[in-house]
């Protein structure tokens, strides 16, 4: 069985990916947290087994192995899409870690004319 293997840094392929059943992806550890990528995994866990597993200290690998081989699809554009379903989810993780407490403010203030005539 074939399998191809891209490293991702920075959400940028570092190889191509060619017609197989079984994909990995190599995530840089110091760009891509576990949570935003066991986000984005679970999108695609309908056609796909996918496994996650430390390759190294530098690297998470994400496997790919498609459910239905009999189904010819363009999954390769779903496996390319990862990254960038990855990188979303890691930049809402970020902006909610740096910038969650202005939006709290934001919707406290927002109902505090509600909460005065609560009391």
Do not use: W
Request: aromatic share 12%; hydrophobic share 35%; net charge neutral.
């Amino acid at each position: 069985m074939n399998t191809h293997t891209i490293e991702i840094r920075k959400g940028i392929f570092q190889n191509k990916i060619e017609n197989s059943n079984l994909y990995t992806l190599n995530l840089a550890k110091e760009y891509f947290e576990k949570e935003p990528i066991m986000q984005a995994i679970h999108e695609y866990s309908d056609k796909f087994f996918v496994t996650m597993k430390p390759l190294n200290e530098k690297f998470v690998s994400v496997t790919f192995n498609i459910k239905d081989r009999k189904e010819n699809t363009t999954d390769i554009d779903l496996i390319e899409n990862f990254s960038n379903r990855v990188i979303d989810y890691q930049i809402r993780n970020d902006l909610e870690k740096n910038y969650g407490h202005i939006r709290d403010t934001i919707v406290e203030y927002a109902y505090s004319p509600v909460k005065k005539k609560m009391i």
